[in-house]
């Protein structure tokens, strides 16, 4: 009995049936892509890379650096020391033993006027911006270019200004005047909404007015509309201008160390002053350490708080 055969190769056509079948069973191996030559690979993509790798150790040593000053039980801080020579936490000991320069006390009021200072920073800076974002009133427009004005001009000149205001207050509302921890926070938030106000208008802009005019029709007000609706789409920014304003006044020295004299109602920036301040009793490695504390908090928001950066950063620039 003959067997049919293929008119091409000759092969018996069960044989080429079944190669076909396990050719199409077996997935295809992709053939191996030749490696780029360096030089246009460095041209391409590499030039990126060692770009990245110049700014992770310029941005890292820095860091590294006070770790190891605040791990150094000699209390120097001298550029000809290694890194990490000798380790030691004994300075991470004496910032808790000594009462005169309460180490605990600058902690708490720390994070007590930089989450007040946020916390409040965010309700007026939102507030002003939806007034101007959503309003039509007389002065409008002034107001939003005053604003703008008002930041061209450097907080230095502000400080005597300030300084004789608190102490005028002083003699009327203590609580608010010199030596008063409610009374920087006010400070602060004086400087602080222009321009967060103005960075909040913009991303206010961006939600659509139709969502206030479908709200208005079902009977709500401008305050409902404010408080159940926007602050919700607009929640990256307060994200945003909650974490910068946290990190403005917890790193301010100037302005603290001008309006708060006593010890226990300093903030860390002032009272980590005091242990590198005296020429005979500079202690570098407790001053590290205390920054190396210091850090914590505003690491950890910034970590918990960083997918919002972005975008509430660039979502107001286009309308």
Avoid at 233 to 248: D, E, M, R, T, Y
């Amino acid at each position: 009995m003959a067997m049919n055969s293929t008119p091409l190769t000759g092969a018996p056509a069960p044989v080429v049936a079944e190669a076909i079948k396990d050719a199409g069973a077996r997935p295809a191996t992709p053939a191996p892509q030749p490696r780029r030559p360096f030089p246009r690979y460095f041209r391409e993509t590499g030039w990126r890379h060692l770009i990245g790798i110049v700014m992770l150790l310029f941005a890292a040593f820095p860091l590294a650096y006070v770790l190891s000053a605040s791990l150094n039980p000699g209390g120097t801080l001298l550029t000809a020391n290694a890194l990490f020579q000798s380790v030691d936490i004994g300075s991470y000991i004496r910032l808790f033993e000594d009462p005169r320069q309460p180490f605990g006390a600058w902690f708490v009021n720390t994070l007590f006027i930089g989450l007040t200072t946020a916390a409040g920073t965010v309700i007026l800076g939102a507030l002003a911006a939806y007034a101007f974002s959503r309003m039509r009133f007389t002065g409008r427009r002034f107001g939003l270019l005053t604003l703008l004005l008002v930041q061209m001009f450097p907080q230095l000149l502000a400080f005597v200004a300030i300084f004789l205001l608190m102490s005028a207050i002083a003699d009327i509302f203590p609580v608010l005047g010199l030596n008063s921890q409610l009374g920087l926070i006010m400070v602060y938030l004086g400087g602080a909404l222009g321009v967060n106000t103005y960075l909040m208008y913009g991303f206010f802009n961006t939600v659509p007015s139709s969502i206030d005019e479908a709200a208005k029709i079902d009977g709500a007000g401008h305050a409902r509309i404010f408080f159940t609706i926007i602050l919700r789409l607009v929640a990256p920014i307060l994200a945003v201008i909650g974490l910068l304003s946290f990190i403005a006044s917890t790193s301010d020295f100037i302005l603290a160390s001008v309006i708060l004299v006593d010890p226990d109602k300093q903030t860390l920036a002032v009272g980590l002053y005091q242990f590198v301040s005296q020429e005979t009793a500079r202690n570098w490695s407790v001053f590290a350490a205390g920054a190396v504390l210091a850090a914590i908090i505003p690491v950890a928001l910034f970590l918990a708080l960083q997918r919002y950066i972005v975008g509430g950063l660039t979502a107001g620039s286009v309308k």
